[in-house]
C-alpha cells in the first residue's frame, strides 16, 4: 500500500507565497519521478512541475520564476514552493510519483488526494 498526503495549502492574498509538501509512505522500493498537478475551476488538471529521480526538473511556462519543485529522497517528500502567487494560481494541488514497492517489477503511478489552494485578489 502506498500514499502520498500533501499538505500546506490554504488561502492567501495576490503576491504571497505557500509551500505545499507532500509524503510519501508505504513498503517502498524507489521512487522516480514526482510531479505537482493542479485542477482551476472548470479546467482540466495540467501538469505544473516535475523533477526526476536525478533531480532534473521542469515548470510550466506560467509559473517558471515563481514555482521551484524539490525533492528528499530521505523523508520521501516532494516540495513545491509557490511564490508571487496570482488569483489565477486558485486550484486543487495534487502531488504524484512513479513509485516502485518492495517486491514490485516496475513503477506505478499514484496520485495523493489533493490540497486547495485559494489567491485572493
Known amino acids: 500500500q502506498v500514499e502520498l498526503v500533501e499538505s500546506g495549502g490554504g488561502s492567501v492574498q495576490a503576491g504571497g507565497s505557500l509551500r505545499l509538501s507532500c509524503a510519501v509512505s508505504?513498503?517502498?522500493?524507489?521512487?522516480?519521478?514526482m510531479y505537482w498537478y493542479r485542477r482551476a475551476p472548470e479546467k482540466s488538471r495540467e501538469l505544473i512541475a516535475s523533477?526526476?529521480?536525478?533531480?532534473?526538473?521542469h515548470v510550466l511556462d506560467s509559473v517558471k520564476g515563481r514555482f521551484t519543485i524539490s525533492r528528499d529522497d530521505t523523508k520521501k517528500t516532494v516540495d513545491l514552493q509557490m511564490d508571487t502567487l496570482k488569483p489565477e494560481d486558485t486550484a486543487v494541488y495534487y502531488c504524484?510519483?512513479?513509485?516502485?514497492?518492495?517486491?514490485?517489477?516496475?513503477?506505478?503511478?499514484?496520485w495523493g488526494q489533493g490540497t486547495q489552494v485559494t489567491v485572493s485578489s
Open positions: 504524484n510519483a512513479d513509485i516502485r514497492t518492495i517486491g514490485g517489477l516496475s513503477l506505478k503511478n499514484y
Open positions: 508505504g513498503i517502498i522500493d524507489s521512487i522516480g519521478s
Open positions: 523533477i526526476t529521480s536525478r533531480y532534473n526538473t
